[in-house]
């Protein structure tokens, strides 16, 4: 039993790698994808649809991560359930769902819009918002993810 929880904290401490490192790669493309859109639009709509795709493992990751992790507690009869960090971790995931679904969908379907815009240049202010909003979202994910690695780490009671 000991194997197998091994394996499984092992899968959902990569899986949860693999997602950071899509949030650090997102924050990296959008960064890319400002840059090149200011230059010219045509490359940033190209950087903008590579992006849409690493965004996947991302999404992934996570899910592994919450596979990996109630299997854990299931082969410890759900041990962990009553300590407050395993409270909060799971809190803290419920948060990166929602920051996803709002946030994160808001901005993406935004950029979808800007990008997908035929001859259509929005005006620099409604660009730097939605640039604003883009780099906040991530930020947040970040954050996040750095409270969740705390949990982790230091399983205080």
Not at 21 to 45: M, N, R
Request: one cysteine or more; hydrophobic letters at 55%.
């Amino acid at each position: 039993m000991q194997i197998l929880y091994s394996s499984l904290l092992t899968l959902h401490i990569l899986s949860f790698i693999a997602a950071i490192g899509t949030v650090l790669l997102s924050l990296f493309s959008y960064h890319q994808f400002w840059k090149l859109y200011a230059i010219d639009s045509e490359q940033g709509k190209a950087a903008f649809r590579w992006f849409l795709k690493t965004r996947t493992v991302g999404m992934i990751g996570l899910f592994m991560a919450i596979l990996a992790g109630l299997s854990m507690e299931f082969t410890v009869a759900f041990a962990h359930a009553h300590f407050t960090w395993f409270r909060i971790k799971m809190f803290l995931v419920l948060l990166l769902f929602v920051n996803g679904f709002t946030g994160g969908r808001v901005t993406t379907l935004k950029l979808q819009k800007l990008v997908s815009g035929d001859g259509f240049e929005a005006p620099p202010v409604v660009v730097s918002k939605l640039k604003r909003e883009c780099y906040f979202f991530i930020y947040m994910q970040l954050v996040i993810y750095l409270f969740i690695i705390i949990m982790m780490s230091f399983r205080f009671t």
